[in-house]
């Protein structure tokens, strides 16, 4: 059964950089869309941006000036990176395997990431 | 850029009871429109895809309907375990998800 798990930095301060990494288990890489998907506290789901497996990445445009999305296919996994962040970007960070079709059907647990000084 | 919303916001039900939530697109989305279902402290977790089909281990009782602009997930009899937050999301040009209904104990 594929699964994935992810794991990164968790408190930080304002204008550091969030990174996160997710690693798919059990299953092909190819054929799907990595994504990065956040929650802020009693809030909505916002997608931040995927990347597929030959390394070709998306990002919603409200926030594509502070994310790299990368993949190792060595490893199987992909990493999140979110420069300069605020208090705003306090939010649980989930990562999500998107199919072709478009519905997200595989979750990571999440993380949540504050962000305070 | 696509905008959904999601109506009502709060839907009060009592188990056994038939649960109706709508989400509407600001423009056509074709059946590129998915729902979800989010219990506290958890990740989401995929119920319809393609507007109308039902994710691999999704009971019955859930259905979705619609197309275009205007979209429902029906929930024929809730279940204990229903009460929940229930996202729609559309797939044309990049993923957006709808602000969520959550539907409690009535």
């Known amino acids: 059964q594929v699964q994935l798990q992810q794991w990164g930095a968790g408190l930080l301060k304002p204008s550091e950089t969030l990174s996160l990494t997710c690693a798919v288990y059990?299953?092909?890489?190819?054929?799907?869309?990595w994504s990065w998907i956040r929650q802020a506290p009693g809030k909505g789901l916002e997608w931040i941006g995927e990347?597929?497996?030959?390394?070709?990445?998306i990002y919603n445009p409200s926030l594509e000036s502070r994310v790299t999305i990368s993949i190792d296919r060595s490893k199987n996994q992909f990493s999140l990176k979110l420069s300069s962040v605020t208090a705003a970007d306090t939010a649980v960070y989930y990562c999500?395997?998107?199919?072709?079709?478009?519905?997200?059907?595989?979750w990571g647990r999440g993380t949540l990431v504050p962000v305070s000084s | 850029e696509i905008v959904l919303t999601q109506s009502p916001v709060t839907l009060s039900v009592s188990p056994g009871e038939r649960a109706t939530l709508s989400c509407r697109a600001s423009?056509?989305?074709?059946?590129?429109l998915a729902w979800y279902q989010q219990k506290l402290g958890q990740a989401p977790r995929l119920l319809i895809y393609?507007?109308?089909n039902r994710a691999t281990g999704i009971p019955a009782r859930f259905s979705g309907s619609g197309s275009g602009t205007d979209f429902t997930l029906t929930i024929s009899s809730l279940e204990p375990e229903d009460f929940a937050v229930y996202y729609c999301q559309q797939y044309t040009n990049w993923p957006r998800f709808g602000p969520g209904t959550k539907v409690d104990i009535k």
């Open positions: 999500s395997r998107r199919r072709a079709s478009g519905s997200f059907d595989l």
């Open positions: 393609d507007a109308s």
């Open positions: 059990g299953g092909s890489f190819s054929g799907y869309y």
């Open positions: 990347i597929n497996h030959s390394g070709s990445s």
């Open positions: 423009q056509s989305v074709s059946s590129k």
